[in-house]
């Protein structure tokens, strides 16, 4: 399985971006498709993860109201819509697959992108 993201860039703190992520390959419809974020000097975290099947979400807390993750099943494609943004979402975004359920836990991945930079700007 292959993922590619995109959709970074730059954006005031307020603004909108949306990330794309393609997976290729084989693709696993029980499990799920998902983003992680890192920010400079911290840890890889999650921000939020949906099914393949039944498209149930599951958000962090901190961007829980502001992020949307959607899918198109046809395109194997996850999506990112990150509204209000803000200064401290300012991290390389990372996409990320599991084989059968979801995780919220970088060890509980299967397989990662590349990731993608957002820089919000104060």
Sequence with gaps: VQLQ?????????????RLSCAASGRTFSNGA????????GKE???VAV????????FYADSVK??????????KNTVYLQ??????????????????YGYTRSINGVNYWG????VTVSS
Excluded: H
């Design 5 to 17: 993201a995109s959709g970074g860039g730059l954006v005031q703190a307020g603004g909108s971006l």
């Design 33 to 40: 498709m998902g983003w992680f974020r890192q920010a400079p």
């Design 44 to 46: 890889r975290e999650f």
């Design 50 to 57: 949906i099914t393949w099947s039944g498209g149930s979400t």
């Design 65 to 74: 109201g502001r992020f949307t993750i959607s899918r198109d099943n046809a």
């Design 82 to 99: 990150m509204n209000s943004l803000k200064p401290e979402d300012t991290a390389v975004y990372y996409c990320a697959a599991t084989r």
């Design 114 to 117: 590349k990731g993608t930079l």
